[in-house]
């Protein structure tokens, strides 16, 4: 697999806090699961049922410190076993890891409690994990308890915690360790959004501190929110380091592959398709390139599409978004039931003019797809084009309007 590395808009923050070198890490699969198997199988005939997994395949980075890196992947493409790697929670079969500095390691649910223990002492027991005295651990407690919103329900053994009530008292532990270093895998996920939003604000001070934060999530959104840079991993290699805005969108190219693969029928071959975006550009109305526009500007996005053969009547929408990946604006010819005709070999191109584009400042990328006359896809281009739009200081939000604020007199009664 081709490594993509990406470092146009990242320059080093500061001195190495993590160096990650050549690392591999392999399982070993056993289908003889019984103590009765592992006897008869017992000596050669045992290898057969034996399966070698490489989880991790060559991964080499580093981590600057003050830096917040997202972990990115489809499900099994090795995060989690990475990050776990990093914190020296397992050691990786080749390759080293360095690291220096207090690390604090959110993982998967109920890692470092006790079930049988109760909240209060899973706190001291997980800090003295940490590296906690337990003195530093009673100066903290207080705040620890608050953070959580566990309540009375500190005393209760942990095993009758719900999900949300584990994370909540795990990531409050983590962040009262004083850490240079946070890994977060994605169980913030299983809290509720109140919570998680806290969990955000206190991600964004441990940046303003100049702390670095490592990140396993499968939100494109809360990665280009929150880090600077994003390591894309398939199936246990690196498939991209670079910008988190750039990260997110290979990983949504990955995902598109995947959808594509799940969709076709293996039995089928599949044929190459006949038609290919070749480039999305913004322009005004004038035709002159944009870059940068103002809210409520009109413009025309041109989609340049090359047919290797004739077509019949096929298809297109385009889409803006955000860079937290939340659509703006969407359209396109099956919605509007008006198809493109026939076309001969050569390139097509689509104009999208949008009157009045009522956006609010910030950068947003537009997106493209084609397919056929059946509505059968041919290809997609995400993120062809990026285009700002002029911050306006009187407002906030992805809609560009015009309020106007009064204050009505209130008669005494």
């Known amino acids: 697999m081709t490594r993509i590395t990406d470092h146009s808009e990242v320059m080093p923050l500061g001195p190495k806090i993590v160096e990650v070198n050549n690392v591999s890490k392999t399982f070993v699969l056993r289908r003889d699961n019984s103590l009765k198997e592992r006897i008869v199988t017992l000596g050669r005939s045992g290898r057969a049922h034996r399966e ?22 489809t499900n099994g493409s090795g995060k989690s076993t990475l990050l776990k790697v990093i914190g020296g929670i397992i050691d ?3 390759g080293s890891v360095r690291r220096r500095g207090r690390i604090a390691a959110l993982l998967e649910l109920g890692a470092g409690f006790h079930p049988d223990l109760s909240g209060r002492d899973n706190v001291y027991l997980n800090a003295s994990i940490l590296g906690l005295s337990k003195e530093e651990t009673d100066a903290e407690f ?23 009530m584990y994370v909540r008292l795990a990531f409050a532990v983590a962040v009262h360790t004083n850490p240079d270093l946070l ?6 996920a299983v809290g509720d959004e109140a919570f998680q939003r806290k969990c955000m604000d206190k991600i964004r001070q441990f940046q303003q ?17 929150i880090c600077d840079r994003g390591v894309v991993l398939r199936a246990g290699e690196i498939a991209f380091v670079g910008s988190a805005t750039e990260a997110t969108k290979v990983h949504r190219e990955i995902l598109e ?34 870059k940068n ?121």
Do not use: C
């Open 257 to 290: 592959e995947k959808r594509k693969l799940t969709l076709d029928d293996p039995a089928e071959e599949e044929e190459p398709a006949s038609s290919k975006i070749r480039s999305i550009t913004v322009r005004n109305t004038e035709g002159r390139v944009l």
């Open 293 to 413: 526009l103002d809210g409520g500007e009109s413009v025309v996005i041109e989609v340049a599409v090359e047919h290797s053969e004739p077509t019949g009547e096929w298809n297109s929408s385009m889409s803006i978004d955000t860079p937290h990946g939340q659509q703006v604006y969407g359209a396109g010819t099956l919605r509007s039931h008006t198809p493109h005709p026939a076309a001969p070999a050569g390139v097509s191109v689509i104009r999208y003019e949008i009157h009045e584009l009522p956006l609010a400042g910030g950068q947003y990328f537009v997106n493209a797809e084609i397919s056929n006359g059946e509505n059968k896809q041919w290809d997609i281009f995400w993120q062809g084009a990026m285009f700002s739009v002029a911050e306006d200081p009187d407002q906030s939000g992805t809609v560009r309007a015009r309020s106007t604020i009064t204050t009505m007199a209130v008669s005494p009664e």
């Open 52 to 73: 070698k997994f490489d989880a991790l395949k060559n991964i080499t980075f580093d981590v600057e410190a003050g830096s917040t890196i997202g972990l990115i992947g």
């Open 92 to 94: 990786p079969t080749s």
């Open 209 to 225: 501190e100049g702390r670095t934060i490592v990140l396993v999530s499968h939100s494109a959104a809360q990665v280009t929110e």
């Open 142 to 164: 207080d705040s620890i308890l608050a953070f959580s919103e566990i309540g009375d329900f500190i005393d209760t053994q942990v095993k009758f915690y719900s999900s949300g």
């Open 183 to 188: 890994l977060v895998d994605e169980v913030l």
